[in-house]
């Protein structure tokens, strides 16, 4: 039984596996787990409510209040999202008084943000 391939998309016109190349590029990949934190990490931002706190997070640290008010949705929503958020790894708390603030939790994240955006406003 033949392949069939995509018509959009270019393939070789022949058959011919690169055995160096494929074995220099398998000595370099990732762990199996290592590539499923990473698509885990992807899937938090494909979440357009997450990407949303996170873009006003990338301004200003702000709680939970501010967050649901700028957002125009509830503090129970914030605070959900705000939770995966954090257990990803990408945002921080700190209590003030009465308060929690929110801010991203390192430059990597802002890195990410505006890499992405750059990317698709180009």
């Known amino acids: 039984m033949s392949e069939r391939f ?4 270019e393939c070789c016109e022949e058959s011919r596996i690169h055995g160096d190349l494929v074995q220099s590029v398998r000595e370099k990949l990732p762990d199996e787990t290592r590539m499923q934190d990473l698509a885990e990490l992807f899937k938090i931002f494909g979440d357009t409510t997450r990407i949303r706190i996170l873009f006003v997070l990338f301004e200003e640290e702000v709680c ?12 129970s929503a914030i605070s959900h999202q705000l939770k995966l958020l954090k257990q990803s790894g990408l945002v921080k708390a700190r209590r003030h008084g009465k308060s929690v603030f929110y801010s991203l939790a390192d430059g990597h994240v802002r890195t990410i943000i505006a890499q992405g955006w750059e990317h698709i406003t180009e």
Request: hydrophobic residues 40%; proline residues 6%; charged residues 20%.
């Open 6 to 9: 995509d018509p959009g998309v």
């Open 64 to 75: 939970v209040c501010d967050l649901a008010e700028t957002l125009g949705m509830t503090q």
